[in-house]
Structures are given as structure tokens and as C-alpha cells.
């Protein structure tokens, strides 16, 4: 099941431009965390935040969680020609849930 | 390096012949999962892994098997592969020494791009 539901889909910015995408999720989770795809290739880790957090910066990349709305959103800021991927939130229970993911192309 | 690795990359075979696809993690991490990803699906969990010989049904189980024999390995194995097991396949692992409120991150191998024909 996807536990994690990423909106849009897919998402076409200029470079500089900012990218932000959001997550959607139905249960309660402990922790929330994102991940970048580059095509074809393995997830990475981008960034995590816990339950009683808010908020998370890391570089260009800034988290919100919203608890009660049980969604988060992932905002890339000044966004350069190798952000473009696709972006997937994860929930994180005993296992990881994705979602579908938010695609995203930056165009130089 | 940590990492996890994954054999083979690409593989294309029939209807029907077993086939088994590699999986190690030279992090000692405890747990370790099977994932595939299929267009506008995402990552679905195949099987997963919380030790040595404790495996577990992830959420799409048909049609796989997994083992746990070493704390490093983790094969799938597909007994009799049909056609729609056709998908792009990634293997992941995380410590597991806080269970389920974990906040590790999960490392994930290159991926194994499977075609049934």
C-alpha cells in the first residue's frame, strides 16, 4: 500500500526557480523522510524529520510537517539543472511506505 | 566504502526459469528489505528482513522468496517468473537497533532491471 502520496506528479521549473512538492499519508508515523531519484538509479537519503518537528533546513532543501494534516512538503530552493529527479516521501514505521513520487524537471 | 550491491544489473529472461538476484550490505546493518518499482506506482516492499533468519512479507509477496542466511545477504528468488514480475528492482538496508521509532536512513543498492519475457 502507499502510504505516502506525493503531489503533483510531476512538476517543470526554470532554473533558479524554487520546486516545492507535498505528502500526503494516512496513519501516524514516528518519522517522515524524503528521497531523490536520479533516473534508474538507487534512492538517496535526503532529509528526515521526526514527528515533533515542524520544520528541517538542510542546504537548499527545506521540510514542514503538519501532524494534523497529516502532510509534509519539500521545498527546493534555487533549483539548478541536477535537482531534476524524482522525489519520493516516505513514511517510517517497521518498514518504508512510498509514495508514487514528484517528478521534476529543472530547465537550464 | 559503505554500500549496498545488487547482481546482476539488467537481466532478461523467459517465462518460467528460476532466477535469483544477489544482494549484500558490508554496513552490518540488521535489517534489510526488497522493494520493486513500477511506473506510477512507486516502491512497493516485496519481502523484508529484521535478522538472521527472521524474514517477513512485505506488501506485494507473490510470485518471490527471499532468505536470510548471513547477516550480509539477502536474495530474491523468483521460483517461476512470469511476465508481470517485468520491473525495476532495488534492495535496501538500515540498522535495526532501535526498531520500529528507527530514525536511520535506508541505503539502497543500484537497482536490477528485470524483463520476463
Known amino acids: 500500500s502507499q502510504q505516502g502520496e506525493e503531489d503533483p506528479q510531476a512538476l517543470s521549473i526554470q532554473e533558479g526557480e524554487n520546486a516545492t512538492m507535498n505528502c500526503s499519508y494516512k496513519?501516524?508515523?514516528?518519522?517522515l523522510q524524503w528521497y531523490r531519484q536520479n533516473s534508474g538509479r538507487g534512492l538517496v537519503h535526503l532529509i528526515l524529520?521526526?514527528?515533533?518537528?515542524r520544520e528541517k533546513h538542510s542546504g537548499r532543501l527545506r521540510v514542514t510537517l503538519d501532524t494534523s494534516k497529516k502532510s509534509s512538503s519539500l521545498l527546493i530552493t534555487a533549483s539548478r539543472a541536477a535537482d531534476t529527479a524524482s522525489y519520493f516521501c516516505?513514511?517510517?514505521?517497521?518498514?518504508?511506505?512510498f509514495g508514487a513520487g514528484t517528478t521534476v524537471t529543472v530547465r537550464a | 566504502e559503505a554500500q549496498v550491491t545488487q547482481n546482476p544489473r539488467y537481466l532478461i529472461t523467459v517465462t518460467g526459469k528460476k532466477l535469483t538476484v544477489t544482494c549484500s550490505q558490508n554496513?552490518?546493518?540488521?535489517?534489510m528489505s526488497w522493494y520493486r518499482q513500477d511506473p506510477g506506482l512507486g516502491l512497493r516492499q516485496i519481502y523484508y528482513?529484521?535478522?538472521?533468519?527472521?524474514?517477513d512479507k512485505g506488501d506485494v509477496p507473490e510470485g518471490y522468496k527471499v532468505s536470510r542466511k548471513e547477516k550480509r545477504n539477502f536474495p530474491l528468488i523468483l521460483e517461476s517468473p512470469s511476465p508481470n514480475q517485468t520491473s525495476l528492482y532495488f534492495c535496501?538496508?538500515?540498522?535495526?537497533?532501535?526498531?520500529?521509532?528507527?530514525?536511520?536512513?535506508?541505503?539502497f543498492g543500484p537497482g536490477t532491471r528485470l524483463t520476463v519475457l
Open positions: 516516505a513514511r517510517n514505521d517497521y518498514k518504508l511506505s
Open positions: 524529520i521526526r514527528s515533533n518537528e
Open positions: 535496501a538496508s538500515r540498522p535495526w537497533t532501535s526498531g520500529a521509532r528507527s530514525t536511520d536512513t535506508q541505503y
Open positions: 528482513s529484521m535478522n538472521v533468519e527472521v524474514t
Open positions: 496513519t501516524s508515523i514516528n518519522n
Open positions: 554496513m552490518n546493518h540488521e535489517y
